[in-house]
């Protein structure tokens, strides 16, 4: 007799159908994926597209994408990839307190960032100069998965990526998604004051009185207070909420943080070089589109999407090298 037992997918989603909340997204009625496909042996629909983003390209380019400080020496800041771990290890402890389903949840938070340009919202802000309305990460990823990696994932976790942002007014249909907007804001919240502590930038005496006497000290006692507050809330509404109280404190410590770090004006040199960078490379791509690699040219796109398709999936590092390479003068040749 053997020590263990096969869980495969059809003993998985008859736990989802009994064990999960009424609420939640089982993937056995998941809307399905725009090109169908026979279902995996072993794994869920969602639990089968939270590894296709897991092992996908741009998961793997967010180890060198600025999450707030461009290109930082230091090795304990915090990149893109980090924040990313960090909103999946919150959406899941809320997806699973609420009974809700954790791969879906999952799945959302691995993939909810791929989309990011380089040197963070930053350079977001530069690409929106060459669109019209904004240009939304939240919307690259969902490009990316669909045209430029496309991984045909289902219409769930699609949805969850692209309603991610509280910038995307229509929000996610489905409560893992929800999940998703709060775990990004208290992981970017906790983690980018911790970040400007480091850097000098902050001293803990610096923040509003209110966020500390609600949440406690910057770090992990703001992360479990704010987890805390949407599973208490959500269990007394029936839908993905944050206490009133505490979502305004929170609100008054992101306007804080915009004001103190995020748009301070000792960042300002970082953000003027970093919109310089991604300003230049867009312009020359566009005049040298011969120099766009094969797999960002789709004829569905016009010239400037395929010069924002490869600029925008740049890392930090590597659209500082280009740009050295395009326009720094040489020496010698």
């Not at 380089?118 to 939304?136: I, K, M, Q, Y």
């Not at 500390?212 to 704010?226: K, T, Y």
């Amino acid at each position: 007799m053997s020590n263990f037992e096969l869980r495969n997918r059809i003993a998985q989603e008859a736990l989802e159908e009994k064990y999960l909340a009424p609420g939640a997204t089982r993937a056995s009625q998941s809307k399905g994926r725009a090109i169908p496909e026979a279902p995996d042996e072993l794994r869920t629909a969602f639990a089968r597209d939270r590894d296709r983003i897991l092992h996908s390209k741009a998961f793997r380019r967010l180890k060198h994408k600025t999450q707030v400080f461009m290109n930082p020496e230091g090795d304990h800041f915090v990149t893109r990839l980090t924040h990313t771990l960090k909103v999946t290890q919150i959406g899941r402890a809320i997806a699973e307190y609420l009974s809700l389903n954790v791969a879906l949840a999952e799945a959302v938070c691995i993939g909810h960032d791929v989309g990011h340009s380089p040197f963070g919202h930053t350079g977001e802000d530069a690409l929106s100069e060459f669109v019209e309305g904004e240009w939304l990460h939240s919307d690259q990823s969902v490009r990316i998965f669909e045209v430029l990696e496309p991984l045909n994932l289902t219409w769930e976790v699609i949805d969850g990526i692209r309603a991610h942002s509280w910038r995307v007014e229509e929000g996610p249909a489905t409560p893992e998604g929800a999940i998703v907007r709060y775990a990004d804001r208290i992981a970017y919240l906790s983690h980018d004051a911790e970040d400007a502590i480091r850097a000098g930038v902050l001293r803990v005496e610096d923040f509003p009185d209110d966020a500390i006497r609600v949440f406690g000290g910057p770090g992990r006692q703001w992360i479990d207070s704010m987890i805390r507050s949407v599973i208490d809330q959500s269990l007394a509404s029936g839908t993905i909420e944050m206490e009133p109280d505490r979502l305004a404190v929170m609100h008054e410590l992101r306007s804080f943080m915009f004001e103190r770090v995020y748009l301070h004006p000792a960042m300002e040199p970082h953000r003027k070089r970093a919109k310089e960078i991604v300003r230049d490379l867009v312009g020359y791509f566009k005049q040298h589109p011969g120099e766009i690699p094969e797999t960002y040219r789709h004829e569905d796109a016009d010239l400037t999407t395929q010069v924002i398709d490869y600029v925008a999936g740049m890392t930090d590092r590597y659209a500082i090298k280009v740009h050295d390479e395009l326009f720094r003068p040489r020496l010698f040749d």
